[in-house]
């Protein structure tokens, strides 16, 4: 039984606390950050996979993955902002939901 799953990928954070430019695009091993987080995402088992961003950077990244991006104008409002953006485009339909966030690289596709 496949299971439909809509996926929201939470990249619009401002990366205030990390004190530098976005912490997204610091080096990973051979990559960066969210291109490490992009390549653990098992697209293979989701319907629909969106990235919120608000990061010209991240938004090249994904595009060039052929990931739909939306954009989260207003990131200080906080991560239900982002979250919201993200189930209102992808709306009905679905089984479940996925939320992953890009600041954790070392998670794998079977964690």
């Known amino acids: 039984m496949n299971i439909k799953i809509g996926c929201v990928i939470m990249a619009a954070g401002n990366s205030d606390r990390y004190g ?8 990973f091993n051979e990559t960066t950050v ?13 319907e629909t996979c969106i990235l919120v961003t ?3 950077k ?10 739909k991006v939306l954009i989260n ?11 919201k953006i993200g189930l209102k485009e992808l709306n009905i339909g679905f089984e479940g939901y996925i939320f992953i966030v890009c600041d954790q690289p070392l ?5």
Not at 34 to 46: A, G, K, R, T
Not at 58 to 67: G, L, S, V
Not at 77 to 82: A, N, P, Q
């Open 54 to 56: 608000n990061n010209k």
């Open 20 to 27: 530098k430019d976005n912490k997204l695009l610091e080096p």
């Open 107 to 111: 998670l794998t596709k079977e964690s």
């Open 34 to 46: 969210i291109e490490q987080v992009l390549d653990n995402i098992p697209f293979e088992e989701l």
């Open 73 to 83: 104008d207003r990131p200080k409002l906080g991560l239900g902002r982002t979250v």
């Open 58 to 67: 991240i938004i090249e990244i994904a595009e060039k993955r052929d990931i």
